[in-house]
């Protein structure tokens, strides 16, 4: 259930997140999903990649600063009150989440949210029980 | 009788080339005596530039009677080897060169030193005496990162590990992922190289999944930069090595005027080739054993390029008592700065070293840094630039702005002086030579 996201330290200036995604494109290694939460002097790039291994030791060996967190991502239909629905759930098996973003996936008409627990493991067991539909990381990757 | 003194200390396992480090005290003393009047008459014969300065105050080497007579003696500075450049202050035909060197000279010309035979065979010599201090003998396996080539560093420390009849991993600086895998691969049991490169090699280990504190390492040689103690306890909890302080100018020799030995207090100066002085960098006058001031070398021995009184720049002080290991030469302290490091900002005074204790502080962290000055309205204004390590990174932005504010805290906290604190991507400060380049000064006055 876990899925592997790569998060890259890059400094808040013109060409600083070009580079590393270059490499990754170069490598053949496919970016799914994209965040950048940023501040005024630097930013966390998050992404969701086909080859979670390859691609942190690919940005590894060329002096990024790269960390690998577990993250779940849950599948809900793309229609208005999707989101609220799954985030209701989430206020009411009180599990705090430290981090958020949503994607969406057009061909199959849902979106995609990616969530970032303290604790995954604890985050799995609550959201299973409350009947949460959370996907594989083959389910998140396919058609890729 | 050079015997019978070690014998005294009841040392027993004492590398050959290490006899001259316990040299009866009043031997020691004429020797340097000796060597110094040799010297002197030699850069009085072959060199203009000292010749002229020796007219200037009226004196010849026959003046100098005693050890304390050196301080006639006019200073020699970094600035007279640029304006001499590149063989001004050559005390040999090119002939009897074997060797030239030159450092990287960031700006401008760069100051360029020459060796005889004689001059390669002391240099060797002393470095071997430098490992044999830090308990490396024949059968351990050396790694030197230092760079080979122009700079000193590498060569240096090469002829000494050979010399010791260590086995030599002639690396060079750079390429971390190949130092670690033939580090690993050889069972290498000590490493020579910068201190901060060592840092980098730790963590870039830690992310290649080796442990340093797993591999046969014992011993680490670190030099060719100022670094403090709370930097060597960092280095030995996450390597599980023993760190000796190794000093040395290209000006005098390159590595190997002064080592630690085991009792890791102070660096022991090998006083039979480099003569020692602790002046009031201001005045000039020298200074007791025991007060801190700028330290200031005479080689005794040089052939190729004597050097008389060469201003350091380094502060530190001569340690009055004489060291347990029985060593009778002489130590100085630990460098942690030097008189041309002090940064004056906003009036107030600032040194790199404070930078770098004030980063350590902050639990796990000894980045790479880079200081920053430049005039903003009239105002000098300090930026603190900090390499972000895969330790210190993290994917959340609050945890990221909590280590921003940490770093911000300690600075204000030791430096007295508001300065402003950006994290950057690794490996974005430049590197020169595996030493870290401080400082940047756009300031213009």
Known sequence: MKIHQISLFAENKPGHIAAPIRLLEKEGIDIRALYLADTEQYGIVRMIVSDWQKAARILGDRGFVVKVTEVLAVEVIDHPGGLADVLEALDQIRINIEYMYAFPDVRAGKAILIFRFADPDEAIARLQTAGVNLLTSDELLKDQ | ?445
Not at chain 2, 19 to 28: A, G, H, I, N, S
Request: aromatic share 6%; charged share 25%.
């Open chain 2, 1 to 445: 009788m050079k015997m019978n003194s070690i014998l005294e200390t009841g040392i027993t396992d004492c590398h050959p080339a290490s006899l001259p480090d316990y040299t009866p005290v009043p031997e020691l003393r004429d020797l340097q005596l000796q060597r110094l009047r040799t010297v002197v008459t030699r850069a009085w014969q072959q060199v203009k530039l000292f010749r002229s300065r020796m007219d200037e105050r009226g004196i010849e080497p026959k003046d100098i009677c005693s050890l304390e007579d050196i301080a006639k003696l006019p200073f020699t500075v970094k600035s007279d080897l640029r304006d001499t450049y590149p063989f001004g202050l050559f005390a040999s035909p090119m002939k009897d060169v074997v060797r030239l060197h030159a450092s990287s000279g960031t700006t401008g010309k760069p100051i360029v030193v020459a060796y005889t035979q004689e001059d390669v065979d002391v240099w060797t010599s002393v470095v071997v005496r430098c490992f044999a201090g830090c308990g490396l003998h024949r059968g351990d396996i050396v790694q030197i990162a230092y760079g080979y080539g122009l700079f000193t560093g590498g060569l240096g420390a090469h002829y000494g590990a050979e010399g010791l009849g260590a086995t030599v991993v002639p690396t060079s600086g750079g390429h971390a992922d190949r130092q670690i895998m033939l580090m690993k691969d050889f069972g290498v049991t000590a490493m020579c190289c910068t201190p901060t490169y060592f840092l980098h090699l730790i963590d870039r280990a830690a992310e290649l999944g080796v442990d340093m504190k797993d591999l046969p390492l014992r011993a680490g040689v670190f030099g060719a930069e100022p670094w403090t103690e709370s930097m060597r306890r960092h280095i030995e909890t996450l390597s599980s090595i023993e760190a000796f302080d190794i000093y040395g100018l290209s000006e005098i020799i390159g590595p190997g005027v002064g080592c630690e030995c085991r009792r890791h207090q102070g660096l022991h100066i090998f006083e039979d080739h480099f003569y020692p002085e602790i002046i009031d960098p201001d005045s000039g006058e020298p200074l007791p054993d025991g007060s801190e001031g700028e330290l200031v070398l005479t080689t005794l021995s040089k052939q190729a390029m004597p050097m008389i009184r060469y201003r350091t720049r380094d502060i530190t002080m001569i340690l009055p008592d004489r060291c347990e290991c029985g060593r009778t030469l002489r130590r100085i302290g630990r460098i942690g700065r030097r008189s041309d490091d002090m940064l004056i900002i906003r009036g107030v005074n600032v040194f790199p070293s404070q930078v770098e204790s004030a980063l350590l502080q902050i639990e796990g962290t000894l980045p790479h840094y880079q200081i920053q000055l430049t005039r903003e309205q009239g105002l000098d204004q300090m930026e603190v630039q900090v390499e972000v390590t895969p330790r210190m990174f993290n994917d959340k932005i609050g945890a990221l702005q909590e280590l921003h504010q940490k770093l911000q805290g300690a600075l204000d906290r030791v430096l007295g002086i508001r300065v402003r604190v950006s994290l950057v991507e690794a490996n974005s400060i430049e590197r020169s030579e595996g030493k870290a380049k401080r400082v940047i000064d756009r300031r213009t006055s």
